[in-house]
């Protein structure tokens, strides 16, 4: 090995130190490496020095843990050290409004076309339709809601329905909507899950009703380059996002207790509340902001719907979660 060259951890592998152990998240390959605070300290230490400094400092034996590294591609050696800035932090969002879910019961009596319509003014770009079991909703309803998103800016959209309306859903249906992404029905007879020929997600369960209540589990993590980004400034479940219960009323998300505002029996603007400072208070409550959270590896991957709420000028989840392992990649 050659001493004169320096040591840089890549730059798209974030160090995250949490009470529970420390994770390197590399953001290009979309894992989590497991390491132990030692490693951690040392990587933080020796990022950016020389082989003969960093010999020079914690012996021979180091040598090991640097050539594990190199290995993984979590480290690279350079002549020139000064060439790999940290990746900029900051944060563009091309549209004002990510996603959005509508909620569908037999309470409903808000105008669903004229919410698609807003929320296209708003450049939503993901959409879940949820129609619940006793709603009265006509197929020619149905049809209405989708051909109001056909110039939309949606890019996708998800549907859970009930297993009654499955006839509606037609291979004309899907090569007239692409953008429909996946279909589940609900109160099938058995449990299911298949790709149609339009590459589109179907899913048929025996719930009769969709669970809002999340249940935090690694497997719902999630982190690109740019959510990661994001996660260290915005609570990312809920940055962007507006939800319209069945009932008409305008939330953060389906189970908040909060409302802003009701379709169903006053002229409310979507986008007069989804502009209000009221409205977006909990975007900016990161998991860096939240006890619990805040000193954990995986605040920056753990996606959560969960509402807030403040006591002692403190912020907490209701919905908190059980201590996880989810170990991809470990290093002593």
């Not at 040392?42 to 914690?58: A, P, R, T």
């Not at 843990?65 to 020139?80: A, V």
């Not at 299911?192 to 969709?210: F, G, H, P, Q």
């Not at 908040?256 to 379709?263: P, V």
Request: net charge negative; hydrophobic share 35%; proline share 2%.
């Amino acid at each position: 090995m050659d001493k004169s060259k320096f040591l840089r951890v890549f730059t798209d592998c974030y160090l995250v130190e949490g009470d529970d152990g420390c994770v390197i998240y590399d953001l290009t390959r979309l894992k989590l490496i497991s390491i132990t605070k030692i490693t951690y300290d040392v990587l933080k230490e020796i990022d950016g020095k020389s082989i003969d400094f960093i010999i020079s400092k914690f012996g021979n034996n180091i040598i090991e843990i640097i050539d594990y590294f190199l290995t993984e591609e979590i480290c690279f050696l350079t002549d020139h050290p000064e060439n790999f800035p940290k990746i900029s932090e900051d944060i563009y969002f091309e549209n004002e409004c990510y996603s959005a879910i509508l909620e569908i019961g037999s309470s409903s009596q808000y105008d669903y076309v004229k919410v698609i319509n807003e929320l296209n003014q708003l450049g939503c770009q993901m959409l879940l339709l949820s129609i619940k079991s006793d709603s009265n909703i006509t197929s020619e309803e149905i049809s209405k809601i989708f051909n109001a998103t056909t110039n939309s800016f949606l890019k996708c959209i998800d549907v859970v329905i009930p297993s009654s309306f499955e006839n509606v859903f037609s291979m004309d249906f899907f090569n007239q909507n692409i953008r429909v992404n996946s279909v589940t029905y609900l109160g099938s007879e058995e449990f299911k899950t298949e790709t149609n020929e339009n590459y589109v997600s179907i899913k048929r369960i025996k719930d009769e009703e969709l669970n809002w209540t999340e249940k935090i589990v690694p497997t719902n993590f999630t982190f690109t380059l740019k959510s990661f980004m994001e996660s260290k400034k915005y609570n990312t479940a809920l940055n962007r996002k507006i939800c319209i219960d069945e009932f008409g009323f305008i939330k953060n998300y389906i189970n908040h207790q909060e409302h802003f505002g009701n379709l169903s029996t006053t002229d409310v603007s979507i986008s007069q509340v989804f502009r209000s400072s009221e409205f977006q208070k909990k975007w900016d409550i990161h998991n860096d902001l939240i006890e619990k959270c805040k000193s954990c590896k995986f605040r920056y991957c753990c996606f959560s719907n969960s509402d807030l709420h403040y006591s002692d000028e403190k912020w907490y989840k209701l919905n908190s979660c059980e201590n996880f392992e989810p170990v991809k990649v470990s290093a002593n």
